[in-house]
């Protein structure tokens, strides 16, 4: 299978070098300067809508099968249903920042006391998830996978770890205390043993 030379990436370099990626009859140009899932600070606005837009195109245009997602099983035999695939996963750490821009922006719109709020992060969430599932496939990856659960897991340590405690206009429903948990088990418990004790007394007086 023949496979393009990636692109060399090196941080603070301005001058991005492009080079053609060829995954599957799929051809793919990136020059990324960052690793972090937000806009890089150290290029031109210029060059990074550029990249933005190189990656808008190819999601559009070289991905048109099929995602394999956590709801179909097949997913977790996608060795051997790829048999040989080589997964380009620098270039695939390096461009999530592409997809958890769009998401960054949605949840800075809305106040972190509704974060915890299904309704106002679902749609967002559901659209990173996506593009993250294509983004894979087209470096030749499986989903999902090692830097994807680790971009997944930053998401939900800035957004969402604090919804285990309700988020607002959620309420949160604690424990009942111990006694009085105890003190409940114990009446019906002591009900029942009165109730056998009555039957078998009234057994003995009528004999």
């Known amino acids: 299978r023949g496979e393009g030379s990636e ?9 991005l070098q492009a080079a053609n990626l060829t995954e599957r ?8 300067n960052n690793n972090n899932t937000r806009k890089p600070n150290n290029v031109t606005s210029s060059l990074y ?4 837009t190189q990656i808008e195109d190819e999601l559009e245009s070289n991905y048109t099968s099929a995602v394999i997602t956590e709801d ?12 040989g695939q080589h997964c380009h996963q620098e270039l695939l750490a390096e461009s999530t920042h592409y997809c958890g821009e769009t998401f960054h922006q949605e949840m800075e719109s809305i106040s972190p006391e509704k974060w915890c709020i299904l309704e106002n992060v679902i749609r967002p969430y559901h ?6 599932e294509k983004l894979t496939r087209l470096f030749g990856c499986y989903f999902p996978n090692p830097d994807i659960q680790d971009f997944f897991l930053f998401i939900h340590s800035t957004y969402f770890h604090n919804c285990s405690k ?13 006694s009085l948990v105890v ?25």
């Open 183 to 207: 003190v409940l088990t114990i009446i019906p418990v002591g009900f029942v043993l009165v109730l056998i004790y009555l039957v078998v007394w009234m057994s003995k007086v009528q004999d």
């Open 49 to 52: 809508s550029d990249e933005k």
């Open 72 to 83: 179909d099983e097949s997913f977790q035999e996608q060795e051997n249903i790829f048999p």
């Open 166 to 178: 309700g988020g607002e206009g959620e309420e949160f429903l604690e424990d009942a205390p111990h």
């Open 25 to 32: 009859n799929q051809t793919f140009t990136l020059s990324t």
């Open 7 to 15: 692109s060399l990436v090196r941080p603070g370099i301005v001058d």
């Open 127 to 132: 659209e990173m998830t996506n593009c993250l």
